[in-house]
């Protein structure tokens, strides 16, 4: 495999990671139901595009903020933070 082979994979693995995803691609990244994905944009729960007033688009960046949304902090994350409350006397 030539570098330039190589370099040309690797611009087309990038190009397709940053393109806008479609309301399909989004379903199935997310792991969610089209129609379920469908109510979170019209109930503007989710973030999207809708450039044409018709297709809606999605950024995986903005998917994967949206996923990890509302961390639940481990027992032992909490236990830490009020060893640090009461010890320091302050939210840490």
Do not use: C
């Not at 370099?7 to 190009?15: D, G, K």
């Not at 996923?67 to 302050?90: C, F, H, I, M, P």
């Amino acid at each position: 495999m030539t570098d330039q082979t190589i370099l040309n994979q690797l611009n087309s693995i990038v190009e397709q990671d940053s393109r806008p995803l479609t309301l399909s691609e989004a379903s199935e990244y997310l792991g969610i139901s089209k129609s379920y994905l469908y109510k979170l944009t019209s109930t503007a729960r989710i973030p999207h595009y809708k450039p044409n007033k018709k297709k809606i688009y999605f950024e995986k960046s903005d998917l994967k903020k949206w996923l990890l949304r509302g961390r639940v902090s481990s027992e032992q994350e909490l236990n830490q933070k009020a060893t640090d409350y009461v010890n320091l006397g302050k939210a840490v």
